[in-house]
């Protein structure tokens, strides 16, 4: 089904944009930022137009006398990118079987963020516009205090005014773009955690996302659909388990099938001990009816006799359930957090349907060591007569060989969606956490074609200013500072991650609110650890090292300390806490680690992986045209 037509400022034939009076140009593109956000545009950004139309005008005005096929090419001013909470390159150029994006800056250079802002408007063209898809997409940087400047670096161009033209004219003919077609394009992008959960919740459908779709998140949720029909139509009970990498789509697809499957005859929740995604996803939906807390979801059903009045039970991340061990130290109780749930499920009357999403290598607290392994030994230890048919994806055939189960493949989602093309940040963090050093420079490597740069600075402030110059503009850009909740070294540069520090944090500020409002992570002032992350995500993250785990110049060494409950492995748990900071980014990565000597082997280590030293300027090379 195809969209309403997309907003933006101004489209043309580049014929009917020379003969249109500047003024009306300016008088759309100002009409255009007043319905996208409610006011006017600055006076900067007004002066930054009329500097563009200009510099654009002059530009086919000398391509025309070479090549007057030019002038049936198209336009495109200020280009809404739906979903991506107003983002717009600044000129999109609809040339001979070409999209080029002209991203201008006043200055007479231009940097890193310039750089990797344009190459995601090129990147996210590419991948998510119907009518962009099969294209040769083209990311230009235009700095207009430059004279005599035709350079290239990656797979961006940087072109001053002057030579706009003359480079233009070099490129081959083609087909012509259909400019009516081009503007009303699906553009299908990756919604965020957030904004997926209210599209669903507001009985929106989700966007087509082609990628998605083919890593199967639709598939789950219809076979977690099957499997409740059954137990419905059939009078039992079920269990079943869906894994996923970090990223795969785990919590979108439990939301997704508790929204499908509830009704007035039907009642189902979402469960999670993660609080802080809680609380965020309770603010964004502005409703605590269908997501709620694990710990006390079981405390309220499970200590006591209370029958809850689902039928459907859904809980996130199930590998973090708590074991007898911790339980007792916590409440006083024997059992275990399985335990306790496989016995509400056998209580609930007639029928009951429990969906467990299991996230890899996600354990980061004491008494979640147990992992998968706690629900195969809460079915095989269940006291009661009740049967309980088990689905699992083909991976966890090991951990279950004692039960009869049945493998759905279909419930194993095996590719991250959270870093758009960068489906292998999961596997760079893996081998680096592993130690095995030379495949994750080669994983940073394929990475970085598909625009998914992993950084390194020593310098907060550096990071500091490269995200915000990276997001400038973007509202609904969400981009913070995360932390080990463990390190004692980063408060020494203002990064207060301590408990009093962090328990002050209201998440769903932090996450929902946009840079200047109070508490926003754009602020770049008050920082996540791992505690508060899991489960949810950013466009980028700063996650600052710790001095909790070092690399000693052959192997990653974890500092004691001291814990209330004893850890079973309390190495695995540190390393766990490292892939939760690291895989929360969706466009890009960019590690902090202190310029302190200790630190060193470590910087050595995230280099000789594959991150690159962030640096404001970035050479770059004669271009040998379009």
């Not at 991203?103 to 310039?114: H, L």
Request: glycine share 8%.
């Amino acid at each position: 089904m195809q969209q309403e037509r997309i907003a933006h400022g101004w489209s043309g034939s580049v014929r009917q944009f020379l003969d249109a009076p500047e003024s009306l140009v300016e008088r759309a593109l100002q009409d255009h930022i007043s319905g996208l956000f409610g006011h006017g545009a600055s006076l900067s950004q007004t002066e930054a137009w009329k500097e563009e139309i200009d510099v654009i005008k002059i530009a086919f005005r000398n391509l025309a006398i070479s090549r007057q096929d030019c002038l049936n090419w198209s336009v495109v001013f200020e280009y809404e990118l739906p979903l991506e909470g107003g983002r717009r390159p600044d000129v999109i150029v609809l040339g001979p079987g070409k999209v080029i994006i002209l991203e201008f800056k006043q200055d007479n250079a231009v940097n890193r963020a310039a750089v990797d802002q344009v190459s995601a408007y090129a990147r996210d063209l590419s991948e998510y516009h119907s009518e962009t898809h099969e294209l040769d997409v083209i990311p230009v940087l235009v700095p207009t205090k430059a004279r005599n400047l035709n350079m290239q670096t990656e797979n961006v161009f940087a072109i001053s005014p002057d030579l706009i033209a003359s480079t233009l004219d070099g490129m081959t003919e083609g087909k012509l773009i259909d400019l009516g077609n081009w503007i009303n394009g699906d553009y299908a992008p990756l919604p965020t955690l957030i904004a997926a959960a209210k599209m669903i919740f507001n009985n929106e459908r989700l966007p087509a996302i082609k990628r998605a779709e083919s890593l199967g998140v639709g598939r789950a949720v219809a076979a977690l659909e099957k499997i409740a029909r059954d137990a419905r139509e059939n009078s039992h009970r079920s269990v079943a388990f869906v894994s996923g990498v970090p990223g795969a789509g785990k919590t979108l697809v439990g939301l997704q099938f508790v929204h499908q499957e509830s009704s007035e005859k039907v009642n189902a929740v979402f469960l999670s001990g993660n609080g802080p995604l809680v609380d965020v996803l309770s603010g964004a939906l502005k409703s605590t009816v269908f997501v709620k807390d694990l710990h006390s979801f079981i405390k309220t059903h499970g200590l006591t006799t209370k029958i809850p009045k689902q039928h459907i039970i859904v809980f996130d991340e199930a590998q973090r359930a708590w074991d007898a061990t911790h339980m007792q130290n916590m409440n006083r109780v024997s059992f275990s957090e399985p335990d306790l749930l496989i016995a509400i499920g056998e209580r609930i009357e007639n029928w009951a349907t429990l969906v467990g999403l299991i996230g890899q290598g996600q354990e980061i607290n004491t008494g979640e060591e147990a992992g998968i392994s706690g629900w195969a030994a809460a079915l095989n230890e269940s006291k009661s007569e009740i049967v309980w048919k088990v689905f699992i994806p083909p991976r966890f055939s090991d951990k279950f060989n004692s039960l009869h189960v049945q493998e759905i493949p279909e419930l194993d989602l095996t590719k991250s969606l959270r870093a758009r093309k960068a489906g292998d940040l999961h596997q760079w963090v893996e081998n680096l956490l592993e130690g095995n050093v030379g495949d994750a420079a080669l994983d940073a490597m394929k990475m970085s074609v598909d625009d998914f740069n992993i950084f390194i600075t020593r310098d907060l402030g550096v990071a500091k200013e490269y995200l915000h110059s990276r997001y400038e503009g973007m509202e609904a850009a969400r981009y913070g500072i995360l932390a080990s909740a463990k390190d004692k070294s980063l408060p020494e540069f203002g990064i207060l991650n301590g408990y009093m520090d962090t328990k002050k944090i209201k998440y769903r500020d932090w996450y929902n609110n946009q840079k200047g409002e109070e508490n926003s992570c754009a602020n770049l002032e008050t920082p996540m650890t791992e505690f508060g992350c899991q489960g949810l995500e950013l466009d980028m993250a700063v996650v600052a090292w710790g001095d909790d785990f070092l690399w000693d110049g052959a192997k990653w060494e974890m500092r004691k300390m001291r814990t209330r409950f004893p850890q079973t492995d309390p190495h695995t748990l540190r390393k766990n806490s490292y892939r939760v900071l690291l895989t929360r980014s969706r466009d890009g990565l960019l590690i902090f680690v202190p310029p302190l000597r200790k630190f060193d082997f470590t910087e050595m280590v995230l280099l000789a992986s594959g991150a690159k030293p962030l640096t404001h300027t970035i050479p770059f090379s004669d271009a040998s045209g379009l």
